[in-house]
């Protein structure tokens, strides 16, 4: 991550850069403000790398976690919860670059707080739902999580293609899915000059 040489104000994970503090041999060190309400000295490299994004309490956060028996514990609920925690606390995690690491947070009602997190997003429906953002770039946070089916998760990805309707951006696969028709023909159409209702409602074997 290219960092500019001013970095006070930005987020790094749980970190907030406040101030230049000192430097440590080539590396500028700078005084961070964790979520947690601590203040921590970080070298500037390792706020841009992903290597430090709390000033330690996450990880204790998951060690403690990772103790504690809970009555739900292995349930698909608690396992989700469990997962969405390291999304965006754990650097060592595969997809946190994803999440954590581009700033997705965890609501605090949540971090430490399983029988919450359940109360306000409720059971899983069925096995073939898993837990998704509403708003792809907002926090897993009350109002912005639900439960969703794989094809419902791939029509709520940062780079669907959506189309305007009623007003409304609806993701374009959505649409089509409905219609019956594929969404490449769907965009073909449109591309096309077609208006979007006639790009639904034609059957396929029609061309432009």
């Known amino acids: 991550m290219k960092l500019p040489k001013d ?3 930005l987020r790094f994970g749980r970190l907030t850069a406040v101030k230049f503090s000192h430097m440590q ?3 500028s060190v700078w005084l961070c403000h964790c979520d947690c309400g601590t203040s921590h000295s970080v070298q500037r490299g390792n706020l841009g790398s992903g290597h430090v994004t709390s000033c330690g309490c996450a990880q204790k956060e998951l060690t403690s976690l990772r103790k504690t028996t809970h009555g739900e514990s292995k349930t698909p609920e608690y396992q989700a919860w469990i997962r969405m ?4 606390l754990d650097p060592d995690i595969d997809n946190y670059a994803n999440y954590g690491g581009r700033g997705i947070s965890v609501s605090p009602d949540w971090v430490n707080d ?7 997003v409720g059971p899983k429906p069925t096995p073939k739902h898993s837990l998704d953002r509403i708003d792809v770039n907002g ?9 969703a089916t794989a094809r419902e998760q791939q029509w709520n990805q940062r780079h669907t293609r959506m189309v305007e309707r009623n007003g409304e951006l609806v993701p374009a696969a959505k649409l089509a899915y409905e219609a019956g028709v594929h969404v490449n023909t769907l965009m073909r159409r449109i591309e096309r000059g077609w208006d979007l209702d006639r790009a639904l409602s034609t059957p396929i074997n029609v061309r432009a």
């Open 7 to 9: 970095i006070s104000g």
């Open 25 to 27: 041999g080539s590396q």
């Open 85 to 88: 925690r390291q999304r965006c």
């Open 114 to 120: 399983f029988p919450r997190f359940l109360t306000d």
């Open 139 to 147: 926090n897993y946070e009350p109002g912005n999580v639900r439960w």
